[in-house]
């Protein structure tokens, strides 16, 4: 649940960041620490979850720590860099990978799909929000749950996402020298558009990825997920970010009409 927006991992269409294989490759480098995994990972065990699907799962840390723990896992992502790096993770050989977006899901029956560091964001309309939604019904088994991330709009989070506020120069290993840095291009509520700027040390080579992300209001998620066929069962701050995100865990009624 972090607050960066280098954590919209997905989409229909994969930003630059994810599906340039230089840039794939100094992801996790350049955010070794991910404590925004944790609550998912306690959800998980709260709910008793056994099997996950995660959409947008990226370059895979949160589907290969579910696997360390013996937990079917099923990774979803549009972006094959991101898959390749993925894939050459510890416990990687027992995660299903899938490269594509929601719509070309095998059919699967998991007892909860997640969607970790904001990926619902990266949807920009309302009918690609419910689409997702309802591809994410369509892999539950009855009862089962979606879990996701969104920030709030109304902290403005994207007043923070300047180059004087997130300018980094680190040494990687076997990589050396990344000077990092981000800025927003436009703000038209509720999209706002950014871009991130990678120079590499080594030869110079000056890499970017733009983005776009909607700030979605709560009404407008309920009732996405109403029309999925959710019910929300609770609405929570984000434990690491709070005042900042919420965490939306929403439940697939059984075929009955009642819920699990």
Known sequence: MSGEPTHCEGGEVSDAIFEERRLAEVYDPLEPDRPDLDPYIALVHALGARSVLDIGCGTGTFACLLAERGITVFGLDPAAASLEVARRKPSADQVRWILGD???????QVELVTMTGNVAQVF??????TSV??????????????????RNPAAEGWKQWSRQHTHRHVQLP???????????LETAQPLVTFRW???FGSDGTELVSDSTLRFWTRTEIVD???????VVRDIRD????????????AQLPDRSGGSA
Do not use: K
């Open 102 to 108: 929601a719509t070309s899901l095998p059919p699967l």
């Open 124 to 129: 920009l309309t309302d009918e690609e929000l």
């Open 133 to 150: 939604f309802q591809s994410a019904a369509a892999a539950l088994r009855p009862g089962g749950h979606l879990v996701f991330e969104v």
């Open 174 to 184: 076997d990589v050396g020298a990344v000077e990092t840095w981000m800025e927003v």
């Open 197 to 199: 700027t990678f120079v």
């Open 224 to 230: 996405a997920l109403g029309r999925a066929g959710f």
């Open 238 to 249: 984000a434990p690491d970010r709070r005042g900042r995100e919420f965490v939306y865990i």
